[in-house]
């Protein structure tokens, strides 16, 4: 059973930084998407930034500019820098990591627990 392990939320003032890491327990880390959502009061949970197996990656357009992802397969590490942060960017936000696509049903996707971040003005 795979298993996701969040860090790095806290509390942080307007234009400060913090880099969320998620650390895999599982096999195949390298064989997945890896991805982070957020979940803000109030709000359905959006998407913020994708790493594929091959490094490519994708943001909301919002956050573009101002968040990057990138990920340690050697660690089974995925990690968000978060630069520039602003009180709208308080959410909990959660790790995922995706399906292994040739294997679905045997390794599907798994979320984290969530990690807090609070943008305080």
């Known amino acids: 059973q795979v298993q996701l392990l969040e860090s790095g939320g806290g509390l942080v003032q307007t234009g400060g930084s913090l880099r969320l890491s998620c650390t895999s327990s599982?096999?195949?880390?390298?064989?997945?998407?890896m991805g982070w959502y957020r979940q803000a009061p109030g709000k359905q949970r959006e998407s913020v930034a994708a790493?594929?197996?091959?490094?490519?990656?994708n943001y909301a357009d919002s956050l573009k500019g101002r968040f990057a992802i990138s990920r340690d397969n050697a660690r089974n590490t995925v990690y968000l820098q978060m630069n520039n942060l602003k009180p709208e960017d308080t959410a909990v936000y959660y790790c995922?990591?995706?399906?292994?696509?040739?294997?679905?049903?045997?390794?599907?996707?798994?979320w984290g627990q969530g990690t807090l971040v609070t943008v305080s003005i």
């Open positions: 599982g096999q195949f880390f390298s064989h997945r998407t």
């Open positions: 995922y990591a995706g399906a292994i696509s040739t294997a679905p049903n045997r390794y599907p996707e798994v």
């Open positions: 790493i594929t197996e091959r490094g490519s990656t």
